[in-house]
């Protein structure tokens, strides 16, 4: 007699399973809580109501009276679509399949860039050195200033974001007939093999490593006394008060940035260089590279929409902010390059077993 043992799935072939129920929790939670503001009015934080970066969020052309109950409906449909694709994998009419993917992707896109605007990326940029910097009393900031409610308001939006983006993939892909896991089938592969990706993942390597090169640059000048796109007044005044190495960190910040970019491509980043101790030979982990690249390429695409619809950023256009305008560019370059990383590196799937 033969006894059939059936196969447990891997702990890892559960994981997508959990997103859409994670989504919904976190959601509904800061969905209740913007319907608090909307009948209290306190607590709503983007717009007129942040003093600290409100004016270059895109939510300040939504009234604030119209702009809270909007927000907390828009979280609590988001956390009703979020439970519906935790349902089983039954595929529904095209219509409403159509219907709930588009309202679940257009909602993670606002949460995930449209809402963290530039403070995002600005705050991943200076927290080497303000960690590093607050036993030292430098820079001369307040920290109250910067850790705000609406700070943390922002990358509470970007976590929710990017659950519903996991939640809605994982949905398509399960009505869809492909593995949930790693969104393969039984049809063709064509861009997305190992050697496709290789191929186009460096030109998009390429063009993510040149681009804050060019805005380190400006900074780098600046450092060494070159009013490269300011005053010379303006200049003096950052040397006196020691914003020119805060600018400096920003363009070290950038440039390692390009070099790990760079290692999307290189040995040296599937396995650890040989001065890393006892890492060297290792594989690098593909999250170790994948979720930081992707943190940080969303971060550039939100601060551009925010950038861009400043009408100070135009009026004050200089070489200074000019790298600025590439950042769209940057995003999306180093997007498809993590992706290309992934694609070359992710092997057979343990949930399916394709490769």
């Known amino acids: ?70 927000f907390a409906g828009v979280l609590l449909t988001a956390a009703v679509a979020a439970l519906a694709m935790s349902r089983p994998a039954v595929r529904p009419p095209g219509p409403l399949r159509a219907l709930l993917s588009g309202y679940g992707w257009a909602v993670a896109f606002v949460l995930a860039v449209v809402v963290p605007d530039a403070r995002v990326l600005v705050i991943l940029g200076y927290l080497p050195m303000l960690i590093i910097g607050a036993p030292f009393g430098w820079p001369p900031v307040d920290y109250a200033e910067i850790f705000t409610w609406a700070l943390f308001a922002r990358f509470a939006a970007l976590a929710g974001g990017l659950l519903l983006a996991g939640a809605v993939l994982a949905w398509q892909r399960r009505t869809a007939g492909a593995c949930v896991a790693c969104g393969r089938s039984d049809t063709g592969r064509g861009w997305t093999t190992p050697v496709a990706a290789a191929r186009w993942g460096r030109w998009a390597v390429g063009i993510a490593a040149v681009i804050p090169l060019a805005y380190a640059s400006t900074r780098f000048a600046w450092t060494v006394g070159i009013p ?65 690249a992707s943190l940080v390429a969303i971060a550039v695409t939100a601060a551009s929409l925010g950038l861009f619809s400043q009408p100070d950023f135009w009026q004050d256009f200089s070489v200074a902010s000019a790298p600025a305008l590439l950042w769209p560019l940057w995003g999306v370059a180093l997007g498809a390059a993590t992706y290309a990383y992934h694609l070359r590196r992710r092997g057979a799937c343990q949930s399916c077993g394709r490769g």
């Not at 129920?21 to 709503?44: D, E, F, I, Q, R």
């Not at 001065?275 to 999250?287: D, E, I, S």
């Open 1 to 70: 007699m033969t006894t059939i043992t059936a196969i447990r799935p891997r702990p890892d072939s559960r994981w997508p399973d959990r997103l859409a129920p994670m989504a919904a929790a976190w959601l509904a939670l800061w969905g209740v809580l913007a319907l608090l503001s909307t009948l209290n009015g306190n607590g709503y934080p983007f717009g007129p109501n942040d003093p600290h970066g409100g004016d270059v969020n895109l939510l300040r052309l939504v009234p604030v009276e119209v702009a809270t109950p909007l």
């Open 228 to 292: 490269l796109g300011i005053s010379r007044q303006f200049l003096d005044e950052m040397q006196e008060t020691g914003l020119v190495w805060a600018g400096f960190g920003l363009g070290a910040f950038a440039t390692v940035g390009a070099i790990l970019t760079l290692g999307l491509v290189q040995r040296w980043g599937e396995r650890f260089p040989r001065w890393m101790g006892r890492l060297a030979g290792r594989r690098v982990p593909v999250k170790l590279a994948v979720v930081p």
